[in-house]
């Protein structure tokens, strides 16, 4: 398996503008995690998904963050519009249950907005 | 308030020398699960270890070792022996039943010299 593939990599945007990361989780995982690390508040957990399905958002910053998950194997994260502050890590995991049975993270999007 | 506790910052040791990473973590559940991830300079969250309330018993798996401690609320993770390439940012982490997340500790940034 590949593992939990993210991508971009890396992206540098203006204020203001769109951004989109994507996500594929691993085959046959079920839960779906989208984290933001930053050197302030370390890894914090923006959404969750089960099934596809969104269970909690609750540590999505604002109005201008949202996630979608329109099937098993891809979820985006979007950010409209998009704020210096913005700028952090944002990693993908996936796993199978919840959580119990361990996470696997991608390597992550390292996102600038200047 | 916060779950897991990580009180060292920075660590630095020479190469050869034995490190030990602090994890202290609070919980009212009495099943849950910890967890140790490395992040290397490169980035990505790499998966060590996880371990359940119920296995007291401490782990090796060669030159890392694992120290559960259920009477002091601990999982200290030590690495025997290090090598420049365990220069990385250790994390611990729990994730308690029905609680879907993964609250990760601070971390602890290790610094092996040649």
């Known amino acids: 398996d590949a593992g939990v593939i993210q991508s971009p990599r890396h992206e540098v945007t203006e204020m203001g503008q769109e951004v989109t990361l994507r996500c594929k989780p691993i085959s046959g995982h079920n839960s779906l995690f989208w984290y933001r690390q930053t050197m302030m508040r370390g890894l914090e957990l923006l959404i969750y998904f089960n099934n596809n399905v969104p269970i909690d958002d609750s540590g999505m910053p604002e109005d201008r963050f949202s996630a979608k998950m329109p099937n098993a194997s891809f979820s985006t994260l979007k950010i409209q519009p998009s704020e210096p502050r913005d700028s952090a890590v944002y990693f993908c995991a996936s796993s199978l249950g919840q959580g119990a049975q361990g996470y696997t993270f991608g390597s992550g999007t390292r996102l600038t907005v200047v | ?114």
């Open chain 2, 1 to 114: 308030a916060q779950k897991v506790t990580q009180a060292q910052t920075e660590i630095s040791v020479v190469e050869k020398e034995d490190v030990t990473l602090d994890c202290v973590y609070e919980t009212r559940d009495t099943t849950y699960y910890l967890f140790w991830y490395k992040q290397p300079p490169s980035g990505e969250l790499v998966f060590l270890i996880r371990r359940n309330s119920f296995d007291e018993q401490n782990e090796i798996s060669g030159r890392y070792s694992w120290n559960f401690q259920k009477s002091t609320s601990s999982f200290n993770f030590t690495i025997t022996a290090s090598q420049v390439v365990d220069s990385a940012v250790y994390f611990c982490a729990l994730s308690e039943p029905g609680d879907y997340k993964l609250s990760f500790g601070a971390g602890t940034t290790v610094t092996v010299r040649a």
